[in-house]
């Protein structure tokens, strides 16, 4: 019996080691600037732009309606327009990509040390 119970665990042990790596955000995925099905991009510079819209699914529910509320707290979106403005690098960017600075609503700081913005 006993060896029936430790083949068992070595073999649970071995398959919960072949279950991966889960991605942080799955809303966001990369592809070409000019693409719009999924309403973000991924650019070389290391920034994403996420589309509120986009978030507006089953999957990415709890996110969307987190996005949408801080949406309507006016200090959290100054701050978030703030940050981007502050980076004039990036607000160059972002603006070349048709993004207005009224339209952020967050930005996060990814663990890649990339951002990724949120507009309306």
């Known amino acids: 019996m006993k060896n029936v119970i430790k ?3 070595a073999g649970m042990f071995a398959a919960s080691s072949l279950g991966g ?14 693409a719009t099905t999924t309403g973000s991009t991924m650019a070389e510079d ?5 589309r509120l819209s986009s978030l507006n699914n089953d999957t ?24 981007v403005a502050a980076d004039p690098a990036l607000a160059a960017k972002l603006q070349a ?3 207005q600075m009224e339209n952020i609503i967050e930005v996060e700081t990814a ?5 990724i913005i949120y507009v309306r």
Not at 46 to 50: D, G, H, W
Not at 60 to 83: G, I, K, P
Not at 111 to 115: E, L, S
Request: hydrophobic share 40%; glycine share 4%; net charge negative.
């Open 60 to 83: 990415d529910r709890q996110q969307y309606e987190r996005l949408s509320l801080v949406a309507t707290d006016a200090s959290q979106v100054q701050e978030a327009q703030a940050e």
């Open 7 to 9: 083949i068992a665990l």
């Open 97 to 99: 990509e048709n993004v």
């Open 21 to 34: 790596i889960a991605l942080a955000q799955t809303a966001t995925t990369t592809m070409a600037p000019d």
């Open 111 to 115: 663990a890649n040390g990339g951002k």
């Open 46 to 50: 290391n920034y994403t732009i996420v």
